[in-house]
C-alpha cells in the first residue's frame, strides 16, 4: 500500500471514518466564489446530509487536508459533487480550480457532526457561500411540510446560487450584499437575521462559514431565545490565518 494511502486509512480509523482514493469525474465554475467539483469513489464517504469530507491536496510542496461539506451524492453512479470556495489564494482553492478529470484523491469520510434536526418545524440556515453545499444538501433533507429559511451573505450577485426544493417546503432566501464590510464582519448577516421574525414554534438553526461571524451569529441567535440545543455551529475558515494542515481554522483568541 502506498504511504499516503496508508496515512490516510490510519487517520481514517482514528476519526471513526473510511479512507478511499476517489477520481475527479470534473469540477467547474458554478458562480464567481464557487468550484464544484464531482468525484467517483465509494458513496459511503458523503454519508448523511451534513457530512463532509476530508480530501488531501498538495500546496506548496507538501500536503495538507481540507474539508468540504457534500453537496449532491449520485448512489447509482457512484458519484458525490462537492462546492468549494475559490475567491481567496489557498490550497483548497488552488487545487479545485486546477482539478482535471481522471485525478487520483486520497478522501476521508463522512465526517462531521452537523445532521438535520428532524423534530424542528423551521430551519435557518445562515452563513457565507463556503456553507451553501451544507445548507443546500440538509434543507433538501427536511420532510414536507417544513421551513428552510437562507441569509447568505455574498459579493457578487452571480454568487446568489438557488437550489430546487420539495414543493411541500415553505422556502424563504436572503442574500446579503457585503458591500466593503470585512469578510470578518458579522454587520450583513447580522442584519438579515434582525429581519426574519422567528416562528412561535420549534426552530433550528446552523451557522456556516467565518469563525468571527459564526461567533457573532451564535451570540445573536441566542439573544434572539434559542437555546444552545437548537443552535448547529461550525467555524469553516478563519480571515487571515490558513487552515491547519488537518483542514481545521485557528478557534485561539489571540
Ligand atoms: C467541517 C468543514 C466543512 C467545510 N466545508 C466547506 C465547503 O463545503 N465549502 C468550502 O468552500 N469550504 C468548506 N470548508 C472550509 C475549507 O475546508 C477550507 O478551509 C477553505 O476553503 C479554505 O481552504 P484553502 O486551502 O483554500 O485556504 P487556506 O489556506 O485555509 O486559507 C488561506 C487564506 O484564504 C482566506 N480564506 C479561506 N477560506 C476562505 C473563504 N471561504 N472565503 C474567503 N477567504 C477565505 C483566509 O483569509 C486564509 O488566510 C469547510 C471546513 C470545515 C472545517
Same mark, same amino acid.
Given at each position: 500500500?502506498?504511504?499516503?494511502?496508508?496515512?490516510?486509512?490510519?487517520?481514517?480509523?482514528?476519526?471513526?471514518?473510511?479512507?478511499?482514493?476517489?477520481?475527479?469525474?470534473?469540477? /467547474?465554475?458554478?458562480?464567481?466564489?464557487?468550484?464544484?467539483?464531482?468525484?467517483?469513489?465509494?458513496?459511503?464517504?458523503?454519508?448523511?446530509?451534513?457530512?463532509?469530507?476530508?480530501?488531501?491536496?498538495?500546496?506548496?510542496?507538501?500536503?495538507?487536508?481540507?474539508?468540504?461539506?457534500?453537496?449532491?451524492?449520485?448512489?447509482?453512479?457512484?458519484?458525490?459533487?462537492?462546492?468549494?470556495?475559490?475567491?481567496?489564494?489557498?490550497?483548497?482553492?488552488?487545487?479545485?480550480?486546477?482539478?482535471?478529470?481522471?485525478?487520483?484523491?486520497?478522501?476521508?469520510?463522512?465526517?462531521?457532526?452537523?445532521?438535520?434536526?428532524?423534530?424542528?418545524?423551521?430551519?435557518?440556515?445562515?452563513?457565507?457561500?463556503?456553507?451553501?453545499?451544507?445548507?443546500?444538501?440538509?434543507?433538501?433533507?427536511?420532510?414536507?411540510?417544513?421551513?428552510?429559511?437562507?441569509?447568505?451573505?455574498?459579493?457578487?450577485?452571480?454568487?446568489?446560487?438557488?437550489?430546487?426544493?420539495?414543493?411541500?417546503?415553505?422556502?424563504?432566501?436572503?442574500?446579503?450584499?457585503?458591500?466593503?464590510?470585512?469578510?470578518?464582519?458579522?454587520?450583513?448577516?447580522?442584519?438579515?437575521?434582525?429581519?426574519?421574525?422567528?416562528?412561535?414554534?420549534?426552530?433550528?438553526?446552523?451557522?456556516?462559514?467565518?469563525?468571527?461571524?459564526? /461567533?457573532?451569529?451564535?451570540?445573536?441567535?441566542?439573544?434572539?431565545?434559542?437555546?444552545?440545543?437548537?443552535?448547529?455551529?461550525?467555524?469553516?475558515?478563519?480571515?487571515?490565518?490558513?487552515?491547519?494542515?488537518?483542514?481545521?481554522?485557528?478557534?485561539?483568541?489571540?
Amino acid at each position: 500500500m502506498p504511504s499516503a494511502h496508508r496515512s490516510s486509512t490510519e487517520l481514517a480509523e482514528r476519526l471513526g471514518a473510511r479512507a478511499a482514493s476517489c477520481t475527479v469525474v470534473g469540477a /467547474r465554475p458554478i458562480c464567481a466564489s464557487l468550484h464544484e467539483v464531482v468525484l467517483h469513489g465509494d458513496p459511503r464517504l458523503a454519508g448523511v446530509p451534513g457530512n463532509d469530507v476530508m480530501v488531501r491536496v498538495r500546496h506548496n510542496g507538501h500536503h495538507v487536508r481540507r474539508r468540504y461539506t457534500v453537496r449532491s451524492v449520485d448512489y447509482d453512479n457512484h458519484r458525490f459533487s462537492i462546492w468549494v470556495s475559490t475567491d481567496h489564494d489557498g490550497a483548497g482553492s488552488a487545487w479545485a480550480q486546477s482539478a482535471t478529470a481522471g485525478e487520483a484523491l486520497d478522501v476521508i469520510g463522512p465526517r462531521g457532526k452537523i445532521t438535520l434536526a428532524e423534530s424542528a418545524d423551521w430551519h435557518l440556515f445562515i452563513g457565507d457561500v463556503s456553507g451553501l453545499a451544507a445548507f443546500y444538501r440538509l434543507a433538501q433533507s427536511i420532510e414536507t411540510p417544513g421551513r428552510a429559511v437562507f441569509i447568505v451573505e455574498i459579493d457578487q450577485d452571480d454568487d446568489a446560487l438557488t437550489a430546487d426544493f420539495d414543493e411541500g417546503l415553505g422556502v424563504t432566501g436572503i442574500f446579503v450584499d457585503r458591500r466593503d464590510r470585512s469578510r470578518n464582519d458579522p454587520a450583513g448577516l447580522l442584519s438579515g437575521l434582525s429581519a426574519f421574525a422567528f416562528p412561535p414554534d420549534q426552530g433550528h438553526a446552523y451557522v456556516l462559514g467565518e469563525f468571527s461571524v459564526v /461567533r457573532a451569529l451564535r451570540a445573536a441567535l441566542g439573544d434572539r431565545g434559542l437555546r444552545d440545543e437548537d443552535i448547529s455551529h461550525k467555524a469553516y475558515w478563519r480571515l487571515g490565518r490558513p487552515n491547519a494542515e488537518h483542514g481545521e481554522p485557528d478557534k485561539s483568541d489571540s
